[in-house]
C-alpha cells in the first residue's frame, strides 16, 4: 500500500468531518501565502502547506529533488521528476503531519514559516499545459448530443465504441477557480436564417468534466502503452470546458469546435495525485466491441469519483442542478493516453487531458445544461426562482467533486467561475 | 517605406543571384554557431550573422533591448517587444551590413565573432508556440475535400464563406526543417471492413502551407480587429502540416481530426518579418459573400508568395509537383486573427496559425498528394523514375517559397522533413 493512504492515520491538523483534504489526499498546488513569494504547497483541512518553507527546513532533505523545485510558478518541474520522486514527497509529508510525529508540531517557529489558513492563500494555475487535449468519453453524453442533433437510432458515430475520440484545445485561456470569464461574441446562424448574425452567445454551457495532467513526458516517436500509462499521469483535476453552443453549431463542421470552446475553461486548483486516487479505482462500463490490442487493458481503469454541479444566480443561493460520477467513462485514462501516443505524438509534463463531458445514465446526472435542459425544452428551476436553460449572466457555477469508500473520503474542492456580461 | 527595405542597397557580405537573402530579407532565427552557444541570428547571402555578439560589440547599444534578448532559446522575448523594437533592430543590422558602412566591414576582429558559414551552424526552432491554430483557408483547396469526400455540387459548407474556419493542433510536435519524422502507426477502417485495423499509415500526405507567427500577444477577454491585426504578427515561415489521411477519414468526426496530425509538422527556420513582407502585398481573391462588420478590410491583406513542392525520392533526384502561391488564400491572416479573438481568446508572443493548404485553381498548383494524385486515381511520375500517390518511406519532402516584384526577390528558404518508416 501506499504509504499516505493509511486509512487509520491522522494528523496534528484539524481535519472537519466531511473534509476533503484529511491527511489521507495531499494534493499539490501553487499559492501565494502572505507574504507574497510563490510556492508550491499541498493542503491539510483548512490549512495550506507551504513546501518550499518545509524544503529550506530540512523536512525533504533525503529525497532527491533540487533546491528550488518547489519555488517554480508551476508544478511542472516537480511532477516531471515522475511517479517515483512524488511518492516519496507525499509518504513524507504524511509522516511530517501524522498526530504522532512531534517534530513540526512541536516546533513553533517553523510552523509559522510554514502554515497558513486556506482562505487566506491566493491559490495560482498550477500547471503550465503546452498542450491541452479534450476528449469525449462519456457514452452517455455522446448518444444525447448525437440523439438530439444527428439521428436517435444512430446516436453514436461509427468509430466511437473503437477509439477514444479527443480533439486539441487551446491551452492560452485556461484559468484557475475563481477567475470570471466573458461570455463570449461569435457568429450564429439563427434558425431559418439564411446568414449569420453577430453578437453574445445566447446558449453558453457549462461541460461536467475532469482532467489529468501528465507528469513524467514521452519523446516524440515514442509510444505509451496501457500498461505503463498511469506511470505517466500525475494526478486529476476538476474541469469546466466551457461552451457556447450557438457558435459551435454553426462554426464545427468539418474541423471541430473552435471558438465555442476557446473563449475559457476552468480548473481547480489542488491536483489530486494518482496515488491518493487509488483506493477508490473500480470497474468502468464493460466494453462492449472487443477493442484493438493497443487499447487493451489488464486492470480496472475506472474511478469511482462523485461530481456535482451548481449553479449560483446572482445574490441568490445555489441549485445543485446535476450529480454524476467519473466512473460511468467508457474509455479509461490509460486507454486515452496509449491513444494519443500511438502515433507517436510527444508528451510533455504538465499536459492537461479533459475527460470530455461526463454525463450519468440517468436525466440528472447529464453534465451539460444542454443535456440536462434537453436543447432548451425542459428548464431547470432554480432554488431562489426563476429557471435556466443555459447560464445567464452573473451565475456562477461550481463544480464539486469527492472520493468515499466508506472508510476515507478525500476531495478535489472546487473550481467555480462566473460569467460576466459580453465585452460588446 | 520600411528603411531596411530600401532596393538599391547593396550589402558588403556577398550574396548570389537568386539567393533568398539579400540585405532586404534580414529574417530572424535561432542556431548554434561553431562555438556552441544558442543565439538569436540572421542571414545575408550564405552567411548567419550572430546577433548576440553583435549586441554584445555595441552594434544595438541605443536600442531598448535587454542584454540577454539575443541569448534566449527562442525569438519569443524578442518578438514580444512589437513590431516597432523589431524593426528598429532589422533596419540597424540593414545598416551595418550596407556596402558603404565600414563600422563592422573593415573590423576583422568583430566579423570573426559574428560572421559563420551559413551550413556550419546548426538551426534550432525559432519560436516556443505554446499553441498552433490550423486554418483552412484556401477555397480551391476545401472545394476539392468537399467534392471527393462529400458532395460535388455542395463541395463548401454552408460557414465556409462567413468566417476563416479554424481549428487548434498540437504544439509539441512541431518540428525544424531537417528533422525526419516517422511514418504514424494507428487505426484506419479499410472500406467495406467492418471494422478498424491496426498498422501504419497507408496514406501519408503533406500539406503545402505557410503559417504566421504572433508578436506581441493580447490578453485574454480582449479582440484584435482587422485593421489592428498585423501589427500582432511578427512574420511567417513554411510549414508542412504533415497528415495521414487514412487515419484522418475514420478518427474525424465529429471533433476534428487528432492523430491523423499530431505525429508531427515541420517549419522553415528562419522567419521573414512582415517588414520584409511588405512589397509583396497583393489583393487577394474577391469575397464573394459580404462577411459581417468584424471580418472586413480596408487594405489589400494577400501577399504574392510563391511556393513550391518536391518529393526526393531516397536517392533520386527530387521532382517538382506543385506549384501555388500564398495569394490564392481566400481569407487573410488579419481576417484571420480578428476572427480567432473576437471571443477573448489569449494570444500569447510566439503562437503559430498555419494557413491551411495552400491550393491554386489549377491542378499542378494543389497543395497536397490527395489533390495532386486525386484521392490515389492519378499517381504523379517521378523524374527518377515510379511514381506516387502518397509519399513513401525514406522519400523527403521539400517545400520552398519567394518573392520576386521585379525589383527584389527575398525567400524563405525551405523546409525539408523525411518520412522514416514506422515503428511498429
Not at 468509430?159 to 466573458?182: A, C, D, F, K, M
Not at 453534465?367 to 445567464?392: H, Q, V
Request: hydrophobic fraction near 35%.
Amino acid at each position: 500500500m501506499i504509504k499516505a493512504n493509511d486509512p487509520n492515520r491522522r494528523s496534528w491538523i484539524k481535519v472537519d468531518e466531511g473534509s476533503d483534504f484529511p491527511i489521507q489526499n495531499i494534493p499539490f498546488g501553487v499559492f501565494i501565502p502572505e507574504d507574497d513569494i510563490i510556492t508550491t504547497g499541498t493542503r491539510i483541512g483548512d490549512t495550506a502547506i507551504d513546501l518550499s518553507a518545509m524544503q529550506q527546513l530540512g523536512y525533504f532533505k533525503d529525497i532527491e529533488i533540487s533546491d528550488d523545485v518547489f519555488l517554480q510558478d508551476t508544478l511542472n518541474d516537480f511532477i516531471a521528476l515522475g511517479r517515483g520522486i512524488n511518492r516519496q514527497v507525499r509518504d513524507r509529508i504524511a509522516k511530517i503531519f501524522d498526530e504522532n510525529n512531534a517534530e513540526l508540531r512541536d516546533n513553533e517557529e517553523h510552523k509559522a514559516r510554514i502554515l497558513f489558513p486556506a482562505d487566506k492563500v491566493q491559490m495560482l494555475m498550477p500547471i503550465f499545459s503546452q498542450d491541452y487535449t479534450d476528449f469525449y468519453s462519456s457514452r452517455e453524453h455522446a448518444t444525447n448530443v448525437g440523439t438530439m442533433f444527428r439521428d436517435p437510432d444512430n446516436a453514436l458515430l461509427p468509430n466511437w465504441l473503437h477509439l477514444p475520440v479527443g480533439y486539441h484545445g487551446r491551452s492560452s485561456t485556461i484559468v484557475i477557480s475563481g477567475e470570471p470569464i466573458h461570455r463570449p461574441m461569435g457568429q450564429r446562424k439563427p434558425k431559418d436564417a439564411d446568414k449569420p448574425v453577430f453578437g453574445p452567445s445566447v446558449r453558453v454551457d457549462f461541460e461536467l468534466e475532469m482532467a489529468f495532467i501528465t507528469g513524467e513526458g514521452k519523446a516524440m516517436g515514442q509510444r505509451i502503452s496501457t500498461e505503463e500509462a498511469e506511470e505517466y499521469i500525475f494526478g486529476m483535476v476538476l474541469f469546466n470546458d466551457w461552451s457556447a453552443r450557438d457558435l459551435q453549431t454553426w462554426e464545427y463542421v468539418p474541423l471541430g469546435p473552435f471558438l465555442a470552446k476557446n473563449f475559457g475553461s476552468s480548473i481547480s486548483p489542488w491536483v489530486v495525485t494518482m496515488d491518493a486516487l487509488e483506493p477508490y479505482r473500480c470497474e468502468g462500463p464493460k466494453q462492449e466491441v472487443e477493442v484493438l490490442d493497443y487499447l487493451k487493458t489488464e486492470k480496472d481503469g475506472a474511478f469511482d469519483i462523485n461530481i456535482s454541479v451548481a449553479i449560483q444566480p446572482e445574490d441568490q443561493e445555489e441549485t445543485v442542478v446535476s450529480n454524476s460520477n467519473f466512473k460511468y467513462m467508457y474509455w479509461s485514462m490509460a486507454q486515452q493516453l496509449a491513444h494519443h501516443t500511438v502515433n507517436g505524438c510527444k508528451i510533455n509534463p504538465g499536459d492537461l487531458m479533459g475527460s470530455g463531458t461526463i454525463s450519468g445514465p440517468t436525466p440528472d446526472s447529464y453534465g451539460s445544461m444542454l443535456e440536462l435542459a434537453w436543447n432548451a425544452t425542459k428548464p431547470i428551476p432554480m432554488n431562489g426562482g426563476g429557471e435556466r436553460t443555459f447560464i445567464e449572466d452573473n451565475d456562477t457555477v461550481i463544480m464539486r467533486g469527492y472520493c468515499n469508500n466508506g472508510t476515507t473520503r478525500i476531495g478535489f474542492g472546487e473550481v467555480s467561475c462566473k460569467i460576466l456580461p459580453a465585452i460588446e
